[in-house]
């Protein structure tokens, strides 16, 4: 079955380190979403890629950023950890831009920045 | 701007009925989703409206109002397991998702 994994889980970091969270997804889709989780928000979208080589701002991205070299997978990395950044992430795809077709979602990153 | 409000919690009995109710601006729309998320999970797709009226999938339904950006999830015979948060998201003209805080529902027995 398609599936998009999310490693790792859980992270510990200090402020300052770089970090990368992975997402790999199998559903061949070309849209991929990195958002961010926090208690009193809704989903708030950092980057998103609508195919190979391409990746946009979302509303929350600064200190982040990522890569698309291939369909399946959308790294995201935060340059300098900040605890601002202690949070939950999603990756998610969805299977074309202009579309309404729903968003698959991984089980998310917990990044604990100290 | 963009904003979507929905209740911040909920409580319902067991087999009962709730509806859960979100209000949208957004610069264009191309629709609404609700998605559902148990606590420590990934939200997971439930409906989407992009046509006046009600959706009905099994004990869920989902009705949308485009004139007075409203849109309500209805959840039929209540079961525990239902207990979760849900997402309501609208679609903008550029087709990016704009998300609710959610509403958290909590049955009681």
């Known amino acids: 079955d398609a599936e998009i994994t999310q490693s790792p889980r859980h992270k510990i970091t200090e402020t300052g380190r770089q970090v990368t969270l992975a997402c790999h997804q199998t559903?061949?889709?070309?849209?991929m979403f990195w958002y961010r989780q926090d208690l009193g928000h809704g989903l708030r979208l950092i980057h998103y890629?609508?195919?190979?080589?391409?990746?946009n701002k979302g509303e929350v991205s600064d200190g982040y950023s990522v890569s698309r070299s291939n369909t399946e997978d959308l790294p995201l990395t935060l340059e300098s950890a900040a605890s601002s950044q202690t949070s939950v992430y999603f990756c998610?795809?969805?299977?074309?831009?202009?579309?309404?077709?729903?968003?698959?979602f991984g089980q998310g990153t917990r990044l604990t920045v100290v | 701007g963009q904003n979507i409000d929905q209740p911040t919690e909920m409580t319902a009995t067991e087999g009962a009925i709730v509806q859960i109710n979100c209000t949208y601006q957004?610069?264009?729309?191309?629709?609404l989703f609700w998605y559902q998320q148990h606590a420590g999970e990934a939200p997971t797709f439930l409906s989407y409206?992009?046509l006046d009226g009600l959706e009905e999938k099994g004990r869920f339904s989902s009705f949308l109002s485009r004139s007075k950006g409203y849109s309500y999830l209805l959840l039929k015979e209540l079961q525990m397991k239902d207990s979760a948060s849900y997402l309501c998201?609208?679609?903008?003209?550029?087709?990016?998702?704009?998300w609710g805080a959610g509403t958290k529902l909590i049955i009681k027995p």
């Open positions: 998610a795809s969805s299977e074309s831009a202009e579309s309404n077709t729903e968003a698959f």
């Open positions: 559903w061949n889709h070309n849209n």
């Open positions: 890629s609508y195919g190979v080589q391409d990746t």
């Open positions: 957004t610069s264009g729309f191309n629709g």
């Open positions: 409206n992009v």
């Open positions: 998201a609208g679609l903008d003209s550029n087709y990016q998702l704009i």
